[in-house]
């Protein structure tokens, strides 16, 4: 019987779906694992051949995990929610769940090709109101909590209340966007609205004024990773900053304890480096700056994590989104800085924190020094955020670089005079960043290590009331509005202009039709357009919807629970699966859906809703499949094409090819001339009788032609080869090309492997003992793949089995033992060939639910091993002697050996090394 791949996956996945191979109940007998792929967005370009990477990966860890007696939990869904799918709707007209379920479609029928263990009993899909009835049900719970830092966990905001009513603000410890004061009378008389206001500064999902990435073309605020270089990734339209009053997540408040989560997660030092970053704690002081010439108090407050440098401070600068650049801007600068800030507009907060480009205005306002009492200039420079510290800075450009070139681009001074002083005179320790000389102030840091300067000035700003001592975070809290269509809606409707929340039984509140996907004519965004969007009362509903990430953040949560109605995962469910165990996916959500998972998790885990804190205990990153392009040459001018081996000898432009019309370098020359119209007489200058292509690595694209489409691998060598050329690659968390001049190879394996068990149409099993070599052979194998799977060193387990596999076709071994044992280790990575030939090793079950086989180390002892001999170090003969010969008779064995006496010759043998099961070295003189 031929191998053949077409009938072979196609049976096995039939029988995979009618027995429910992979459907998974819980079983509190058994060990549990739970193995996640990132949540995909199905786009309406389907699969390529780079998507699959990591989900294979997952799937060899899950299938082996399996065959070592774990339940396996491996779901699979989809975030279906995104901007494509609406600006397509807008552009076609045609509503973004028709597409969205198409694309989907698309997708499983992708993936079922490959052969994935899925419980596809569990899918969930982010569209479905069954499970954004979750997201809404998460968010109600958000916004009626605030964090209580005294307790360090989410509370219920009624308890606050409880407080404000009876002791106002006094002892309250509750994150919040600002300090408020304010006494149980005053509270007690606010009226609704007042007290609504007032709670929205504590609550952890609130209404509040924030700066956005605003599209107006597209008519919704952008996330960072939808912009690049002022513009959207999605239709290249400009965007700009823009001040909006919309719903939030107070994820700040979770930053030190996300913090300090990273340190018990199994996650590469990479990532985990990553976040901290992103999250950027800094202990340093606020300090107070009053503005000169001013009657009215104002005062610039700054955060900085080195108090010590105060009297470095040449200059300050205010970020062009904060509240001060209007209160201090004079009249004679204000043009000048309105026109700043409009230039300035359309840089996203990412841009600017990479922007090495110098840009700035004077506001005309001096601030004065606490310590010194000096004036300096205030100016507005966008390298200045105002998401960090307070969005103002005090400038020590001989301690900074980012001050320091601002400094030296606007001509401003480095390093402060000292009154009395010539410039000569100046003692500034650019080192450490503090001055040596503090004439003028009561505070003296000469001498002083930095730590203790630091320590020092912050314990004198605090006692003259200067400052404070603070911790500070980078982390910003999430923007939770979208001015989209195709969005979970929010469960809020308002009633004289105050947010209430929708009873839980009146969830799902669902994503009602409209006419259009646009902006309704006066601005609003698309639920503007519906009909009737509010409650039966005639309260108006929200107008925004969720972003992307909010029916992403917990996902992993619904697999294990998705048909639960009452909650959005039971305790049952959720005491037995826990967490993620093991998760694949890529780099690029290290900043934003990690970290809103990880608070997501946490909030939840504060109400009790959830049993751990952490929701991914190991995290694995793959790389990416590049594409491998090819071009052809065209000789300008003509229509006439040369090989690359010729393109030299003329004029050529070098063009893209479509890679499914090339194999191997090798252009098809009749699909080319098909390909395109303006081709279509096309002639060629050949080497050898072929057209052979260049090519380059790049990013896989459509534009560039070199999107390979799984089906299209699928069809011509099998799931199984796919699946194991994917893996074959290289290191599985390292960047690769795709390149199918060596798929051929893999293919070969399998046929090979089929022809240990089938001469045609006889098969050749056999019964008995195997041979030691056979035995040898294949727990060499068992050893290494059960190692390179626990370390994901999947590209190495191949190369393991070709070579297990050459070594059993030497020894012509039939034998039904060991190619069992042969059949499970492989089943993991190829599943279609390994059932098969599971069941005709004579097994009626899955080889899914086969044991893992364990390694015989007594079977890897060698008998024999091979010695060098050298003689004054040079390799002359090799010995084979017993593998647990005394080194005092492999010495004899050495000098006893024919060609001993040639390279002695007369020679006295000074001194014999033996370095066991390797060498002999013997010295002469």
């Not at 995104?82 to 973004?96: F, R, S, V």
């Not at 080497?687 to 896989?700: F, H, L, Q, S, T």
């Not at 590209?795 to 034998?815: G, P, W």
């Not at 180390?857 to 091993?865: A, G, N």
């Amino acid at each position: 019987m031929e191998y053949n791949h077409k009938e072979i996956e196609k049976r096995w996945q039939a029988y995979w779906k009618e027995q429910g191979t992979y459907r998974t109940r819980e079983d509190g007998s058994r060990k549990k694992f739970y193995v996640l792929d990132m949540f995909p967005y199905p786009s309406g370009a389907g699969l390529h051949v780079g998507h699959p990477l990591g989900y294979i990966a997952s799937d060899i860890y899950s299938r082996y995990k399996r065959l070592q007696g774990f339940n396996v939990l491996h779901p699979m869904g989809y975030d279906a929610y995104g901007l494509p799918a609406e600006q397509y709707a807008i552009q076609t007209g045609q509503h973004p769940e028709v597409t969205t379920v198409n694309n989907i479609e698309r997708y499983r029928s992708q993936l079922d090709k490959i052969g994935f263990s899925y419980d596809w009993d569990r899918e969930v899909r982010t569209c479905s109101p069954d499970y954004y009835k979750w997201t809404q049900w998460a968010f109600i719970r958000m916004f009626n909590s605030y964090y209580d830092t005294a307790l360090d966990k989410a509370m219920p905001v009624a308890r606050l209340e409880e407080h404000f009513a009876k002791h106002g603000t006094e002892g309250v410890r509750a994150a919040c966007g600002e300090e408020l004061t304010f006494t149980a009378d005053e509270w007690n008389a606010m009226d609704e609205k007042q007290r609504s206001e007032t709670l929205m500064n504590y609550r952890i999902a609130y209404l509040g004024n924030t700066m956005v990435n605003w599209c107006p073309k597209l008519g919704t605020v952008l996330a960072n990773d939808e912009v690049s270089e002022g513009v959207s990734i999605r239709g290249g339209y400009p965007v700009e900053q823009k001040l909006m009053y919309q719903w939030c997540l107070r994820v700040s408040a979770y930053a030190q304890r996300l913090l300090d989560g990273l340190d018990k997660l199994d996650w590469t030092d990479s990532l985990k480096e990553t976040q901290r970053n992103w999250i950027g704690r800094s202990e340093g002081a606020e300090m107070k700056f009053s503005i000169d010439g001013r009657d009215d108090g104002l005062a610039l407050e700054i955060f900085t994590t080195r108090a010590d440098t105060v009297f470095g401070v040449t200059f300050m600068v205010l970020a062009p989104e904060s509240d001060y650049v209007a209160m201090v801007t004079t009249p004679e600068q204000k043009e000048a800085v309105d026109s700043y800030i409009d230039s300035i507009r359309h840089k996203t907060e990412r841009e600017r924190m990479i922007d090495k480009k110098v840009s700035g205005v004077f506001t005309g306002a001096y601030a004065v020094n606490p310590l010194t009492g000096k004036r300096i200039p205030v100016w507005v420079s966008d390298y200045v955020l105002a998401g960090y510290g307070t969005g103002a800075i005090m400038a020590v450009p001989a301690h900074d670089s980012r001050d320091y070139a601002f400094a030296r681009h606007f001509d401003l001074p480095v390093v402060p005079l000292i009154e009395g002083a010539d410039v000569s005179e100046q003692s500034f320790d650019a080192k450490s960043g503090r001055m040596i000389n503090s004439a003028g102030a009561d505070l003296d840091l000469n001498g002083m290590e930095v730590k203790d300067a630091i320590k020092a000035t912050k314990d004198y700003i605090s006692r003259k009331g200067i400052g404070k001592v603070k911790i500070n975070y980078r982390l910003r809290d999430a923007i939770f509005s979208r001015q989209r269509y195709w969005g979970e809606p929010f469960p809020v409707y308002y009633k004289d202009g105050v947010p209430h929340m929708l009873a839980d039984e009146c969830l799902p509140l669902e994503l009602p039709e409209v006419d259009k996907f646009l902006p309704t004519e006066s601005g609003e965004p698309p639920l503007g357009r519906a009909l009737n969007w509010a409650t039966p009362e005639g309260y108006p509903f929200e107008l925004c919807t969720m972003p992307g990430f909010a029916g992403s953040s917990a996902y992993y949560l619904r697999y294990m629970d998705p048909h639960n109605d009452t909650a959005l995962v039971g305790r049952e469910a959720n005491e037995y699966w826990r967490s993620v165990d093991l998760y694949i996916g890529g780099t690029e959500h290290a900043t934003g859906h990690l970290i809103y998972s990880r608070f997501w998790n946490k909030f939840l885990y504060d109400l009790g809703f959830v049993c751990e804190d952490e929701p991914f205990r190991k995290l694995v990153n793959q790389g990416m499949i590049q594409g491998r392009s090819n071009f052809v040459y065209r000789i300008k001018d003509t229509n006439r094409f040369v090989s690359a081996g010729l393109k030299d000898r003329y004029d050529v432009t070098p063009i893209h090819v479509d890679v499914n019309i090339v194999s191997n370098d090798i252009l098809d020359l009749d699909r080319f001339r098909a390909w395109r119209p303006e081709f279509a007489d096309a002639e060629f200058e050949l080497e050898d009788g072929r057209y052979v292509c260049g090519y380059a690595v790049e990013k896989m694209s459509k534009s560039m032609f070199n999107v390979v489409n799984p089906d299209d691998v699928v069809d011509r060598y099998g799931a199984d080869t796919l699946r194991l050329y994917e893996m074959f690659l290289g290191p599985l968390e390292q960047s690769k090309p795709w390149d199918t001049n060596g798929i051929d190879g893999v293919n070969r394996f399998i046929r090979k492997l089929w022809n240990l068990f089938y001469k045609g149409d006889e098969l050749l099993l056999t019964d008995g003992e195997p041979t030691a070599d056979e035995l040898k052979s294949i727990h060499k194998l068992i050893k290494k793949v059960t190692s390179d799977i626990e370390a994901f060193s999947y590209n190495t387990s191949i190369a393991a089995f070709m070579i297990c596999v050459n070594e059993l076709t030497q020894l012509k071994c039939h034998n039904r033992q060991v190619l069992s044992q042969l059949v499970v280790i492989l089943a993991p990575f190829a599943p279609h060939v390994s059932e098969e030939l599971w069941h005709a090793l004579g097994n009626d079950t899955t080889v899914c639910d086969a044991q893992w086989p364990s390694f015989n180390e007594e079977y890897l002892r060698e008998d024999t091993v091979n010695y060098a001999v050298s003689f004054n170090g040079k390799a002359r003969y090799n010995i084979t002697v017993a593998a647990d010969m005394d080194p005092k008779d492999v010495e004899a064995a050495a000098l006893g050996h024919e060609n001993a006496a040639r390279w002695i010759d007369g020679k006295q043998v000074v001194k014999v090394i033996v370095v066991p099961r390797k060498i002999v070295n013997v010295v002469v003189k």
